[in-house]
């Protein structure tokens, strides 16, 4: 099956700064990889995804990376905003709709 | 359009008691998914259905755990008998269709067991 591991576990950052999340996954076989965002209490939002034939794709402050070769990517957030703050899965989809999480990490953005 | 509705939000039961969860999916999304998400963890799959057919239930513990989806709609999650540590969140997902990857999250029912 397919092992995906998330870092840090937590982050603070200054608001304005940006954040980096890192996720790598083990079976190359996976092929879309989604980033949910939850806040308390609330539900798994996706807020980007990409695809193994994609290196790259932004929205807004947001943006994902992916390096099929290192099996990693990366979730971006740039001008961080105290809205972010919430924990943050990765994902990888893999062996039709086979989807393994993250373990999260914990955002805190300071005013 | 509605969202995937899930109930109860919360429930406190205690052990060997059973419990019940319900599960809406979006409208027209075939693709249903049953999750399980202890505290500062990611979502576990328990359960994948396409239709009323359980595809992938690998990862659901048959000794005590079943589901159905017997219109191909709404679901059905049960417990029986509840342990302590099946204290966790419970979430259902939905996709529209079998190669559409995107999933959509209910808000979850929380459970906890005395």
């Known amino acids: 099956g397919e092992n995906v591991e998330q870092h840090p576990s937590t982050l603070s950052v200054q608001e304005g700064d940006s954040a980096v999340i890192k996720c790598t996954y083990s079976?190359?076989?996976?092929?879309?990889f989604p980033w949910y965002k939850q806040e308390l209490g609330k539900r798994p939002q996706l807020i980007i995804d990409?695809?193994?034939?994609?290196g790259e794709k932004k929205d807004q402050r947001i943006a994902v990376t992916l390096n099929k070769t290192a099996k990693h990517f990366s979730l971006h957030i740039t001008e961080t905003q105290p809205e972010d703050s919430a924990v943050y899965f990765c994902?990888?989809?893999?062996?039709?709709?086979?989807?393994?999480f993250g373990t999260g990490t914990k955002l805190q953005v300071i005013p | 359009e509605a969202g995937v509705v899930q109930s109860p939000r919360y429930k406190i039961i205690e052990k060997k008691q059973p419990v019940a969860f319900w599960c809406n999916p979006i409208?027209?999304?075939?693709?249903l998914y049953w999750y399980l998400q202890n505290l500062g963890q990611g979502p576990e799959l328990l359960i994948r259905?396409?239709?009323?057919?359980?595809?992938?239930d690998s990862q659901l513990p048959k000794d005590r755990f079943s589901a159905e989806r017997l219109k191909g709609v709404d679901s059905t999650l049960k417990i029986q008998p509840a342990e302590l540590g099946d204290s966790a969140v419970y979430l259902c997902?939905?996709?529209?269709?079998?190669?559409?990857?995107?999933?959509?999250f209910g808000p979850g029912t929380r459970l906890l067991v005395l």
């Open positions: 997902a939905s996709s529209p269709r079998p190669d559409q990857e995107t999933q959509y």
């Open positions: 079976d190359s076989a996976s092929n879309y």
């Open positions: 990409i695809r193994s034939n994609v």
């Open positions: 994902a990888a989809v893999w062996s039709y709709q086979k989807v393994t």
């Open positions: 409208s027209g999304h075939n693709t």
């Open positions: 259905y396409e239709n009323e057919e359980a595809v992938d």
